[in-house]
DNA sequence: AGAATACTTAGGTCAATACCTAAGTATTTA
DNA sequence: TAAATACTTAGGTATTGACCTAAGTATTCT
């Protein structure tokens, strides 16, 4: 059992809806629960005080984008996280903080260049 | 001019915005341009088929959140990013896969027990 | 001053979201 | 097999989101 070290290929827009999927509190609270182990539609819905339902699409949001994964077992629905889909906003995240970074230094460089000739 | 180490504390629900803010294609690209460089409304807007109210509704989502800063001078408005905002949602990503992460481990270690006691 | 520029505000449409209640369907359990 | 369990589906409401066009306001240029 590989703990996924690749991550799956990003669907192209798959980004807009891992975004959108975790601007939820509901759900970015399903994602916590489930990083920490797998459950049953039930047990997550005895959390939150909206109706079945409603969980349910919330659930369903989740899946949608890749987040989780669920399988039916009897009459038993089991959901648990699928890390990869979270590495890929991670990913975005940190390139974009990357590319900002090397800008601030740059610009410190220049300043700094500024200062030195303005020394003379 | 400090390089901002330490993130601006997260106003409960702030994430929420973050998330949703970068759900839209439009508002990440703008993201991804302001990692280069500042740009005003009307160089934003020249990138984009949609009208500059439109645009403008986008760059208020991204202010509203603090993904980015903006300034007027004359008549003209510059916006800027503000990178310790995607450090909030990196963050959690983050956390949510370290967890998950150790989770995996913990059940590589036991399936391996699972299997040396097989053997047994 | 008058025209051009760079936003800004007002207001309107249409689709998507987040909820809900009520009524299923499929699987155990008694 | 009847009742309980664990979802699922249907359908309805109210709000929010992403656009648009048209009509401002504030600055700068001529």
Redesign the pocket.
């Given at each position: 059992m590989m703990p996924q070290t690749a991550s799956a290929p990003p669907p192209p827009g798959a980004i807009d809806?891992i975004f959108?999927a975790l601007?939820?509190?509901?759900?970015r609270d399903v994602v916590e629960r489930l990083s920490l182990k797998p459950a049953?539609?039930?047990?997550?819905?005895a959390s939150y005080?909206?109706?079945?339902?409603?969980?349910?699409?919330?659930?369903?949001?989740l899946e949608g984008c890749g987040l989780v994964h669920?399988e039916?077992?009897?009459?038993?629905?089991?959901y648990q996280l699928a890390a990869d889909r979270l590495k890929v906003a991670e990913d975005w995240l940190g390139a974009q903080r990357r590319l900002w970074e090397r800008r601030l230094d740059q610009m410190d460089a220049y300043l700094l260049k500024l200062k030195k000739e303005g020394l003379k």
């Open positions: 809806g959108r601007s939820d509190p509901t759900r049953s539609v039930s047990e997550l819905a005080k909206m109706a079945m339902p409603s969980l349910l699409e919330h659930l369903k949001v669920s039916k077992k009897g009459r038993v629905r089991t």
